[in-house]
């Protein structure tokens, strides 16, 4: 068997409370659940799922709303929305 070490992170207690029970729930603890996770990302050589940025932020919503705070901001803060039907 291989020699086992202790790897330490930080992450927001809510959010390990939340990770324990539902681990828990799964009959598996913590620690079993994050070497899973490293045992798939080591076989496949990537995260194990889709990793993606908030479309919130993406560069074409940026600019629009860019645009609304100047059009905001040249009218007063009155805003026209345009109908597009």
Do not use: W
Not at 24 to 33: H, N, Q
Not at 70 to 81: L, S
């Amino acid at each position: 068997m291989a020699q086992t070490v202790n790897v330490n992170f930080r992450m927001d207690s809510s959010l390990k409370q939340q990770m324990d029970s539902i681990c828990s729930e799964l009959g598996m603890s913590l620690t079993t659940a994050f070497t899973i996770f490293a045992k798939k990302v080591c076989r496949e050589k990537r995260i194990p799922f889709e990793v993606s940025l908030d479309p919130f932020y993406s560069e074409e919503n940026m600019e629009r709303l860019r645009k609304s705070i100047a059009q905001m901001e040249k009218t007063g803060g009155k805003f026209h929305e345009v109908d597009n039907a």
